[in-house]
């Protein structure tokens, strides 16, 4: 009769441990774009003019987690006064790679004023990421490498769009 409560007692104790265990993770969800990630480039995006000081640009706009994703990727050319500018909800601490990306650009980390605060050249096909300093980063834009120190635009410049400031033009008056 011992026996039989000890082992009740023991059945007891062994389902509720395992009963109370998490379960385990058998993978992590998968991308909006599956495990390889894009596989060739995005059809243009819709562009917005840019200004940074008295450069204009013409710049395809990346918002939703896929454009962003795929960025520049397959692309093999780009002209010198057109970029990317990619739109982020809140600043963060941006991290850029060149994933399958063929061309050489700079990037330029951007806050939520739509100051400069960064720039960066980047190598094709080079998947370290280029961390930023901060995390006011809200806005990153990608031009042809080199084209900021042609065009004397560096740390501090204001990039402003047809419809006025950045925030303005994405998110309304804040």
Known sequence: ??????????????????????????????????????????????ALKLWLGAQELSAEVARTPIQVQTGMMFRTSLGETEGMLFVFSAPHRAAFWMRNTLMPLSCAYIDSEGAILETHDMKPKDETPIEARTDKIQYVLEVNQGWFARHQVSTGAVVRTERGSLTETFFGRR
């Open 1 to 46: 009769m011992k026996f039989d409560r000890w082992a009740g007692c023991l059945l007891v104790v062994v389902l509720l441990f395992f009963g109370c265990k998490k379960p385990t993770e058998t993978s992590a969800a998968p991308s909006p774009l599956g495990e390889s990630g894009p596989t060739n480039a995005q059809p243009k995006l819709p």
